[in-house]
């Protein structure tokens, strides 16, 4: 069974084969430049480069396969950003109409979860810490299509909280990588946390907390004119982020014992965050680093999961 997917659902437009659960070609146009000189997405011009990308990758994808060896179209329905969005949902629903194939319009978010098990079986129940831009939720999957949100943010996803983060310091953007570049050469000296917010749900997330400790520290800095250490400053955020993250992953492991557990989303590709995730589970899945931004093999993946039963 060859599974093509569509992901469409920000600001990568992205195309994928899969057969069975073995990955065959996948290619991805990202648009991030375009956005760094805006400090982040913008939604029109992200549709409309999402229109352009996507002719490229139907010529590309003429060259992988002859198109009527295709058994399954898949796409990403939401939730992402309208425009966005409906680029992908009219291709797929003209290639399968066009086929006369079947089409799956799959979740963004349970495509994330799946990622982690690209060319590898699922195993359920699994509890799942979903960490991106836009995102930031923990799932308890007792399968694929019996799922429940157990935590989530109650104000910024953590990947906007590094985004702010980094902007605040002058690092630029996206923020995620900068910062985990400085906190892997500098972690050893700098082992300081911040404050831990507290929420009202045991399970629930507050990054904005922390992003507002660093950002008071920065003025207060530059209003006496104080030099700011952005090295320490980014170092003793991401500590606090990966305490933070390990705090709320063991309260919910000892809560619903799953058989195991999974890292996913953009902040997934973060180096420290990864090396402590590993050592919570014996089942520890992350997805392999060309997985964990916005991609079609993952929907590709979740289109499998839910068609083999």
């Known amino acids: 069974m060859i599974i093509f997917a569509i992901e469409s659902s920000h600001d990568d437009t992205s195309f994928a084969l899969m057969e069975n659960n073995k990955p065959i070609w996948m290619k991805t146009i990202s648009q991030i430049e375009v956005h760094k000189k805006y ?3 913008v939604p029109e011009i992200a549709s409309r480069l999402h229109t352009l990308n996507i002719g490229k990758l139907i010529e590309e994808l003429k060259t992988q396969i002859n198109l009527f060896r295709i058994d399954v179209v898949a796409y990403t329905k939401g ?13 797929a629903n003209s290639l399968a109409l066009y086929l006369n194939k079947p089409i799956l319009p ?5 495509g994330h979860f799946m990622s982690a098990f690209v060319g590898k079986d699922a195993i359920f129940p699994s509890l799942a810490l979903i960490v991106s831009g836009g995102h930031s939720q923990m799932v308890y999957y007792k399968s694929v299509d019996d799922a429940k949100i157990v935590g989530e943010t109650q104000d910024d996803a953590v990947g906007e909280a590094y985004d702010k983060v980094a902007r605040k310091l002058g690092l630029g953007f996206p923020g995620g990588n900068l ?3 400085i ?9 300081n946390t911040m404050t831990i917010p507290k929420t ?6 507050s990054f904005s907390g922390i992003k ?3 950002t008071n520290e920065v003025n207060s800095c530059e209003m006496v004119k104080k030099a700011i250490d952005k090295k320490q400053l980014a170092t003793e955020f991401q500590n606090t982020i990966i305490k933070y993250l390990k705090n709320k992953m063991e309260l919910a492991i000892a809560k619903y014992k799953p058989k195991s557990i999974v890292l996913c989303g953009g902040v997934s590709a973060n180096k420290g965050i990864r090396k402590m995730f590993e050592q919570l589970h014996e089942n520890a899945f992350i997805p392999d680093m060309e997985y964990t931004t916005d991609n079609a ?7 499998y999961e839910k068609i083999k039963k």
């Open 183 to 191: 906190w892997i050469t500098n972690n050893k000296k700098y082992t």
């Open 200 to 205: 009202e749900g045991e399970l629930d997330f």
């Open 79 to 91: 939730p992402g950003l309208i425009g966005s969005l409906h680029v992908g949902y009219v291709i």
């Open 39 to 41: 400090g982040g997405t």
């Open 179 to 181: 910062i985990d570049k």
């Open 212 to 214: 507002t400790q660093i």
């Open 297 to 303: 093999m993952m929907i590709a993946r979740l289109a």
């Open 106 to 110: 799959l979740n963004h978010l349970d």
